[in-house]
């Protein structure tokens, strides 16, 4: 059973400050990257072992100047007041609290350190705070922070996502709708959910089918993802595209790009 450490709960309210002072009606996952960029600035020698994973993932960035630009990108112009000064947590904040149980169960810690939520909150692809730091020129800080831990799968798996929302994000209005109607966590969860709904749906399969297509058509055009395809298994391509309805197109056109690279050296 895990419960949330002092530095965690101490990250919890000053995001809810945040949010406050911000005008915002909920807590969300912004204001907890705020909560947690903060505490990286307060020196609090009893806390100083819960922080230190934070302080540590956060080394390759400037946690006060990532505040203030979040900051200035989240304020509300239409603010809420909150009378009693009392706010609550937004649905993606708290999954993201459930996450980072799971997170510190997974390590076998009975203590939720700050260091999971931050984990919890970066791994969504489609979520405001990713939209956030794609704004900031951070388009993907959580491979920038955790890359010591995610696989190639997982890398291709992301990048893959990327791509398709950006195609979705461009064309496709019921596809927004849908992913919004269902916050997830990760993307294999969207992935999940996109073919879920396009196997009860013909029309959103032809839709997921054609912006897979264009965000394939991307994904072949990028160093990164080719480097990754010659450290995958076919297995692994097909786990990415299947759900899209394009895994076949995918194998046979990610392979030979791949090859086309080889035969360059």
């Keep these: 059973m895990t419960e949330l450490s002092k530095s965690l709960t101490l990250t919890w309210e000053i995001a809810a400050q945040e949010a406050i002072q911000s005008g915002a009606e909920e807590i969300s996952p912004s204001h907890l990257l705020l909560g947690l960029c903060k505490l990286c600035d307060r020196p609090i020698p009893e806390l100083e072992a819960e922080i230190q994973g934070l302080v540590q993932r956060l080394h390759d960035v400037d946690p006060k100047q990532l505040r203030r630009q979040l900051r200035s990108l989240i304020i509300n112009p239409n603010p809420v007041t909150h009378p009693r000064s009392e706010i609550h947590r937004s649905e993606e904040s708290k999954q993201a609290f459930q996450r980072a149980a799971e997170i510190a169960e997974s390590k076998e810690n009975n203590l939720v350190l700050p260091e999971y939520l931050l984990q919890a909150i970066l791994e969504p692809i489609n979520s405001p705070l990713a939209d956030n730091l794609d704004q900031l020129g951070l388009p993907d800080l959580y491979g920038q922070i955790f890359r010591g831990e995610i696989d190639n799968d997982d890398r291709l798996r992301r ?14 209005i019921e596809l927004q709708d849908l992913l919004m109607s269902h916050p997830t966590s990760n993307p294999s969860d969207t992935l999940e959910i996109l073919q879920k709904s396009g196997d009860y749906n013909p029309k959103i399969r032809e839709k997921l089918h054609q912006a897979g297509t264009r965000a394939l058509e991307e994904l072949i055009q990028s160093p990164k993802v080719q480097k990754i395809i010659t450290e995958i298994s076919i297995d692994a391509l097909i786990v990415v595209f299947a759900p899209l309805g394009i ?16 035969n360059d050296r």
């Design 159 to 172: 990048e893959a996502m990327r791509s398709l929302l950006k195609q979705i994000g461009k064309s496709d």
């Design 247 to 262: 895994a076949v197109k995918a194998i046979k056109i990610l392979l030979e790009k791949s090859e086309l690279k080889d």
